[in-house]
């Protein structure tokens, strides 16, 4: 991949993420459509959202910061950040297909098992560890269909640091990878040359844009009203076109909401239900956590 390329990792923690992905989405969907843009996917991980950028050049990412969308999405973002909640890391690329083309979006989904691995060499060990982890790559590549990506980023900032950007279609898969003989030589062949043991970084695709677009449902908000957002999404605008997929998120109280919405789409042959999927996650409440219920609702408009 050519050196002039631009490759970053940004980690986001903020004070509250209320509206956070739908004003992030804007930006990213105008960046993506950036002529020098590759890829800008946003992730969420158990502490922070991810954005991962990438750039044909690095003159083509200085420009970004120039555009309106991101002017606009800024200082939102600065009123909303944690202290010190903004980390930024510049990457550079090894193996791979070689090219930046190689890092073209669209190649990753929600149900996917996705994880940012941190690895810390010791000084001087950098070239003995990219040997290596190419071959695990290289075995990646050519022995694991389920592998979606499976990247190696060196930080620029510091050398020591590295990224294993591994997405896998499902945790089958990954353990299916740890079974393998290119990962049990690359676990072994490393283990010296690590500074402090590797951590792996559980994040989840966020779908925002003009394919996938997410809906947060509250109990602030009727359902007539989210049905009606709802709708606008499905069907288009004449300034956007239609999303292939929407995912409706409620929590609590909420979800009869959601529930409410998904089922009059339906009923009026505006959308079908896709997926439902429910869970229990621990919610902050002061400096405490509680369980609270949490549904996704996945819908496809109706094509007509």
């Not at 044909?56 to 950040?81: M, R």
């Not at 294993?164 to 089958?172: N, Q, S």
Request: proline letters at 4%; charged letters at 30%.
């Amino acid at each position: 991949m050519a050196d002039a390329a631009d490759v970053a990792l940004i980690w986001l923690t903020l004070k509250d993420d209320q509206d956070f992905v739908e004003r992030t989405g804007v930006n990213v969907c105008a960046s993506r459509r950036e002529p020098e843009n590759v890829r800008f996917d946003l992730f969420k991980s158990e502490k922070a959202y991810v954005l991962f950028e990438v750039y044909k050049t690095k003159e083509g990412a200085a420009k970004h910061k120039e555009q309106a969308h991101f002017t606009e999405w800024k200082p939102w973002l600065t009123e909303h950040l944690a202290e010190d909640g903004r980390d930024r890391r510049q990457y550079k690329v090894h193996g791979g297909k070689g090219h930046v083309g190689a890092f073209r979006g669209g190649d990753v989904f929600p149900d996917n098992d996705t994880t940012i691995v941190h690895v810390s060499v010791k000084a001087g060990k950098e070239a003995e560890f990219v040997e290596a982890t190419l071959k695990n790559q290289a075995g990646v590549l050519a022995n694991e269909p389920d592998a979606k990506r499976f990247d190696i980023l060196q930080q620029e900032e510091d050398p020591t640091k590295f990224v294993l950007f591994e997405v896998f279609k499902d945790a089958a898969a990954v353990a299916f990878h740890k079974t393998q003989k290119h990962f049990l030589d690359w676990r072994n062949d490393v283990q010296d040359l690590m500074q402090d043991p590797r951590k792996g970084e559980k994040v989840k695709f966020v779908p925002v844009g003009e394919k996938n677009a997410l809906m947060k449902v509250t109990a602030k908000k009727n359902a007539f009203f989210y049905t009606r957002a709802a709708t606008t999404f499905l069907q288009g605008t004449p300034d956007k076109p239609a999303c292939e997929q929407l995912e409706l998120s409620a929590l609590g109280e909420a979800i009869n909401i959601a529930g409410s919405v998904a089922g009059q789409l339906e009923k009026d042959g505006i959308a079908k239900i896709t997926r439902i999927v429910t869970d229990y996650p621990d919610m902050a409440s002061g400096d405490k956590e509680h369980g609270c219920a949490h549904i996704k609702i996945v819908l496809e408009p109706v094509k007509k």
